[in-house]
């Protein structure tokens, strides 16, 4: 049985996710809020070893093997690491989940998204998040962000991210009471106070 509460962090690569998410659970963790951070892809001892293939796989990879990889992930991070954490009564932040699929393998590689919804309810038995936090960021601006060496997913093009981000925002607007949009173009402290302001609202 569900008692937690269930945050998810989403936005295309480059986003600042990460920053936001490492501050919340700061915030969390100061205020003695019992939390836990776990993320998709990778997020349990199945994930990890998933997750390498995923990101770093050099080899073609088909669009359909790359879907049900995610969700093969998924199917055994809900199971076995957020569902128990949630029936502890914790509040479970996880970077990246549904949305994400939608998003990437739904309108950035163009397969069927009432496909991906369908396949995203069976592997997680329909647990939707309470909250859904999206960075939103212009495309140009969020490649522009990534450093380093990009991983699979980082080195598709600007039409691919720019529909990742339409993708978002469409998934925002039939979602209007799960999922919440905060723009990426504004400072860390200003985004992180947005943050809290929305989070604060589902744990008092
Ligand atoms: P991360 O770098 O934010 O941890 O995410 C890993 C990459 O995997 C990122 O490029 C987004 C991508 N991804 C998908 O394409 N589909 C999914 O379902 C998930 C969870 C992530």
């Known amino acids: ?65 790359e879907l049900f990889l995610y969700l093969a992930d998924r199917a055994q991070h809900t199971e076995f ?55 939103d960021i212009d495309s140009n601006l969020a490649q522009s962000r990534l450093k380093g060496e990009k991983d699979r997913l980082e080195k598709e093009g600007l039409e691919f991210h720019k529909a990742l981000r339409k993708g978002y925002l469409e998934l925002a607007k039939s979602n209007p009471e799960r999922i919440k949009v905060i723009s990426s173009d504004d400072t860390i402290e200003n985004i992180h106070k947005q943050c809290v302001e929305l989070i604060k609202g589902y744990i008092n």
């Open 81 to 135: 690491t957020i569902k128990p954490l949630l029936a502890e009564g914790k509040i479970v932040l996880c970077d990246r989940y549904i949305d994400s699929t939608v998003a990437y393998q739904g309108y950035a590689r163009g397969q069927d998204i009432e496909k991906i919804i369908e396949l995203n309810n069976l592997v997680t038995k329909n647990l939707k998040p309470d909250l859904t936090i999206v960075f």
């Open 1 to 65: 049985m569900k008692k937690g509460i269930f945050i998810t962090f989403e936005g295309a690569d480059g986003c600042g996710k990460t920053t936001q998410i490492e501050l919340i659970k700061k915030y969390l963790d100061l205020n003695n809020i019992d939390n836990v951070l776990t993320r998709e892809p990778g997020g349990c001892d199945l994930g990890f070893e998933l997750r390498k293939i995923l990101l770093h796989y050099e080899k073609p990879v088909s669009n359909i093997a």
